[in-house]
């Protein structure tokens, strides 16, 4: 089980994500230290490995740099939830092997702090706390499959490119 940190609102941007005076680096443990901390300064100290954030729309919109995956990944947040997701952040994720997920009710069904399991072959997200289910489409199996091979690069290596 998970605990979902859940913050109400649109646009959530990268440089609220990792701000961009973290920049200077690009080791995802080192970048974790900083995660949401323009958003949420306690953030890295609540989260523990396999938590969930929650969000509204339009989530990692602004600059296009990786660092917002990787500082999220590096802080060992199991996914992202959001009613949508920037275009260039939706496509990072995939292409650095971390599973997003899109929902339009999500963030209304997940109050912050819930014990939160999702079923991602099934598109399923239980809300323990709150006893409710939530489905969502699932990611196509090709970038599943991106994923599972741990970004696009490894997975290019794999496939023998």
């Known amino acids: 089980m998970a605990k979902a940190y859940v ?7 990268t440089d609220e994500i990792i701000p961009a005076r973290y920049l200077n680096t690009d080791n995802e443990q080192e970048l974790a230290k900083h ?33 917002a ?18 275009r260039i952040f939706y496509r990072n ?4 092997g971390f599973y997003i997920i899109e929902s339009a009710d999500a963030s209304e069904k997940i109050a912050d702090g819930d014990q939160i399991e999702i ?4 598109g ?5 706390t709150g006893k409710k289910e939530i489905k969502f489409n699932p990611l196509p199996d090709f970038a599943v499959e991106i994923i599972n091979n741990g970004g696009l690069l490894e ?4 496939a023998g490119a």
Not at 124 to 128: A, D, G, L, P, Y
Not at 155 to 158: A, E, V, Y
């Open 155 to 158: 997975h290019i290596k794999k």
């Open 35 to 67: 995660c949401m901390e323009d958003l949420d300064k306690d953030f890295v100290k609540k989260v523990k490995p396999g938590d969930i954030i929650v969000a509204g729309e339009d989530f990692g919109c602004g600059s296009s740099r990786e660092h």
């Open 69 to 86: 995956v990787w500082a999220i990944r590096g802080a060992k947040v199991q996914t992202v939830i959001a009613k949508s997701f920037a």
């Open 119 to 122: 079923d991602y072959k099934k």
């Open 124 to 128: 399923v997200i239980k809300n323990v």
């Open 93 to 96: 994720a995939i292409n650095c």
């Open 7 to 13: 913050y109400k609102r649109d646009h959530i941007n």
